[in-house]
């Protein structure tokens, strides 16, 4: 059987002063040379023997405050300790402060029973405990178990109304001199006998629960011995023997209350907090406890000892010891400090290890850095390459015509004079042409003064062909980049038809009806008009083409606008 030793000298240590007590109450009660010599002295045996009583139960009710975890509980046996308390306030107020036999005398006699019936309600609202976890609550509803002794103390304070408890014998000269009982007091008797059953019951199916019956014999000894002293107390005949009448009935009922709890404790039927310190040592925490001058007291089974100076420097913190694989922290607590430790062994591994990680990734991302740089240079090649071959395409017929000039310059100098004339105006269109693509290929508009440059440049060549050119550009409009690049195609290829003729070209740039651009060409030629399917392929290409012609005279105007419908360059070739 579990068996708490330290319980049982706590017993022992509450049980021996009040018996010692109890017996000084007596003597001075019933040696007559004592009560004399009390005459003499301030203060009586019967208060210090009052004294000693209540530092005792003062100290019980302190004590268990701290030793059991429930807070319901806490607050029953508190109020079952300020019972006896009052108790033990009351009877020395009876017998030293106040006259003998007189009516105050009997009202405190009366509220003897104000403690005798509440304590041992509040003792069985405890044990409802027993067994329980930490967090169990009783319901709020049981404190209407309070109302029996709220009334039975009542009727008891007002038994000169009735007499239901006491009856005085009217033939006497003094009320503590002869009285009988009433059936009240048996109805507040039997209360405090039914409250210590049900105490007696609910320890028994605590123990019961929990398979372990043989924790109950301390508990039936202290019950034995209680029984005992009780039979003793009322059925063996007056002897004036000290001890058989060391405690009366008020103060029987309040030590054996005690009694019982304290043996319900030492049973270990009831769970209290005396084992914390070896549960704490024991437990696989990694901390400890130290003193307000930072000593350390007591180690759990894990845990380390620091220095004084250590934990100072832990204080409010923390702190890095054993070469940083455990890391320190202490908070202030009630009494001194508590201070626990963090193994960062296996923090420390996976930092080493992170850290080689980050290395590793490191040098992976400059390569793969390196790796996407290289693509995106290699796209951004194979991109330009793309358009310099679309360049190429789209300026080949003008290369090729540009390649034969070149290639068989004319003998006279008239003729290699015009012949350098025609190339100097295909030079200009595929600079500009290809301009153009280059910019189309970052941007969708041009605005018209773009379109306007490749045009100066070419009526400038043309005027170097000997052409009389007249060239009007009005600013103010913006041109998809595809269009502008159609117009000047189309633009070149009218020239190069017109060109061995061509004595006279009026070209105007202009913003159109609507805000679109308009481009208007009249040429002096003697060239063949174009067909209906080259007008037709230009239709295809414009929003609006005007054609018309008088004998060596043509006039051609073309209109694009500026937002719509979205044409390859390469379906709308005029």
């Not at 009052?86 to 007189?102: E, H």
């Not at 420390?348 to 390569?367: G, I, S, W």
């Not at 005027?463 to 159609?486: H, K, N, S």
């Not at 609006?544 to 606008?561: I, P, T």
Request: proline share 4%.
């Amino acid at each position: 059987m579990d068996f708490d030793k330290n319980s049982l000298k706590r017993l022992l240590s509450y049980l021996i002063p009040l018996t010692v007590a109890e017996l000084l109450n007596n003597i001075n009660l019933r040696t007559p040379w004592i009560g004399s010599l009390n005459k003499s002295f301030p203060m009586s045996l019967g208060v210090v023997s009052a004294v000693i009583i209540q530092t005792v139960y003062i100290h019980w009710c302190f004590s268990v405050r701290r030793r059991f975890p429930q807070k319901q509980m806490r607050l029953d046996i508190t109020l079952f300790a300020a019972a006896f308390i009052l108790l033990s306030v009351l009877r020395p107020i009876k017998y030293s402060f106040v006259v003998p036999g007189s009516t105050a005398a009997r009202y405190i006699w009366y509220a003897y029973y104000i403690p005798l019936t509440f304590g041992p309600a509040f003792m069985l609202h405890a044990s409802m405990f027993f067994g329980r976890p930490d967090g169990y609550r009783v319901s709020s509803k049981w404190y209407w178990y309070l109302l029996p002794p709220a009334l039975i103390s009542s009727g008891i304070m007002t038994n000169d109304l009735h007499r239901l408890a006491f009856r005085f014998d009217p033939w006497s000269g003094e009320w503590e001199a002869g009285y009988t009982y009433g059936p009240l007091y048996y109805i507040a008797a039997g209360w405090i006998v039914l409250n210590l059953l049900g105490v007696i019951a609910l320890a028994v199916r605590s123990t019961f629960k929990r398979r372990n019956f043989r924790a109950l014999w301390f508990p039936a000894a202290v019950l034995a011995v209680l029984g005992l002293y009780h039979f003793i107390y009322v059925y063996v005949g007056r002897f004036g023997f000290i001890l058989q009448r060391a405690f009366v009935f008020n103060d029987f009922i309040c030590v054996g209350s005690m009694a019982l709890w304290e043996s319900f404790v030492t049973a270990q039927v009831i769970v209290s907090n005396r084992d914390y310190p070896a549960i704490f040592s024991a437990s696989s925490l990694n901390a400890g406890l130290a003193d307000r001058d930072f000593t350390v007291r007591q180690v759990s089974s894990r845990g380390v000892s620091p220095s004084p100076e250590q934990l100072r420097a832990a204080a409010g913190g923390e702190l890095l010891i054993e070469n940083g694989e455990l890391l320190l922290k202490a908070r202030a607590v009630r009494g001194g400090w508590f201070y626990w430790t963090e193994d960062r062994t296996e923090l420390n591994r996976m930092k080493e290890m992170l850290a080689d990680t980050a290395d590793y990734l490191e040098e992976e991302n400059d390569m793969l850095r390196l790796t996407a740089q290289i693509e995106e240079e290699r796209r951004k090649t194979s991109e330009k390459t793309k358009l310099y071959d679309r360049v190429t395409e789209s300026i080949s017929p003008q290369l090729d015509s540009l390649s034969v000039l070149l290639d068989d310059p004319a003998e006279d100098d008239a003729a290699f004079r015009g012949k350098m004339q025609t190339a100097g105006v295909l030079v200009a269109y595929i600079k500009r042409r290809g301009n153009l693509l280059l910019l189309a290929d970052s941007q969708s508009f041009f605005s018209g003064e773009e379109l306007g440059l490749c045009f100066e440049e070419s009526v400038k060549a043309l005027r170097r062909a000997d052409v009389r050119c007249e060239y009007a550009y009005v600013p103010g409009f913006t041109i998809r980049a595809q269009d502008a690049i159609l117009m000047y195609e189309a633009f070149e290829k009218a020239v190069e038809r017109a060109l061995p003729t061509l004595e006279e070209l009026r070209l105007s740039l202009r913003c159109g009806r609507n805000g679109c651009a308009a481009l208007e060409l009249n040429a002096l030629c003697c060239a063949p008009p174009p067909t209906e399917d080259e007008l037709e392929a230009l239709r295809r290409c414009f929003d609006n083409v005007v054609y018309s012609s008088e004998g060596c005279r043509h006039s051609l105007m073309l209109e694009a606008e500026t937002a719509g419908t979205t044409r390859e360059v390469t379906q709308c070739s005029p």
